[in-house]
């Protein structure tokens, strides 16, 4: 792998290839390669890491969406999230995407999801991983719509390690130079992971959140994969971002002060 030419085409604007995107999987310095996706990162978002108190809907069908749009908006649901990573015809998932974006009320908006891979014990594969990318990358091209994507590599004993998922979402960002977000589920990666994503590429903690009327943390564990807003918060803080609510379209609803510096000088308790 030239590091320097692939350096040199990120900080250009250049468009990674194919075979950037593999030479990248196949590079064994998550140092370099999460630096490199954190300095997009930063470029793109700053010191800041969203997060969404939000209603999603997960969308199997294009046609029956477009016809349901109006009445999940109607019901608050803020965000329909697509699968890309199946096997449909790209043109006609494109135009399926181009249809749906015209129906879609004002409040909601697409978030794709891809990268299912690593789960029940499978080997990542890296050469279909960027593949899927590249995939996303070619449908955001022809349709556009998509504000941010979630891989969706599972880390634990039966999935990928913690450092195929961070490398997974470097090279996503890297690679996915027409999708300005990529986020991170807590649920999904473990809290820890998706806070090491926030560097790695990530400028993004999604997942379940607990209503402002819970009290303590106890509500949250009742709740699979929950994080009580001030749980999340934290999070974000103890990454070294400054939390920031965001709207369906990454509209500020509201910004909350950043990490404290005299506390991020000093070792402090991991928190259980």
Not at 179 to 195: G, I, R
Request: charged share 25%; aromatic share 4%; net charge negative.
């Amino acid at each position: 792998m030239d590091a320097a030419d692939i350096e040199r085409k990120v900080r250009s604007g250049e468009r990674l290839s194919r075979e950037d995107g593999i030479a990248l999987y196949d590079c064994d310095d998550l140092a370099w390669l999460g630096g490199l996706a954190h300095e997009v990162r930063g470029r793109r978002s700053g010191d800041v890491a969203h997060f969404a108190a939000r209603c999603p809907q997960d969308v199997t069908d294009l046609q029956e969406a477009v016809a349901l749009a109006p009445r999940w908006a109607a019901d608050g649901v803020t965000e329909l999230r697509l699968d890309v990573g199946t096997e449909v015809d790209g043109s006609a998932l494109a135009e399926g995407v181009r249809v749906l974006r015209a129906a879609l009320p004002e409040g909601l908006a697409l978030t794709a999801y891809a990268l299912r891979y690593g789960g029940a014990g499978a080997p990542v594969d890296p050469v279909a991983l960027v593949e899927q990318l590249l995939r996303l990358r070619e449908l955001q091209d022809a349709a556009g719509g998509f504000h941010v994507a979630v891989p969706l590599l599972q880390d634990g004993p039966h999935g990928a390690t913690g450092a195929e998922v961070l490398k997974a979402f470097a090279v996503a960002r890297l690679l996915l130079d027409n999708v300005p977000h990529l986020a991170a589920d807590w649920a999904l990666h473990t809290e820890q992971t998706a806070q090491l994503a926030l560097q790695h590429g990530a400028d993004e903690l999604t997942g379940r959140v607990v209503g402002d009327d819970v009290d303590d943390g106890s509500a949250a564990e009742q709740v699979a994969g929950a994080l009580t807003r001030e749980e999340l918060l934290a999070a974000i803080r103890d990454a070294g971002f400054r939390p920031v609510e965001r709207d369906a379209h990454y509209g500020a609803v509201r910004s909350h002060e950043g990490p404290d510096p005299q506390r991020r000088e000093s070792p402090q308790p991991m928190r259980v």
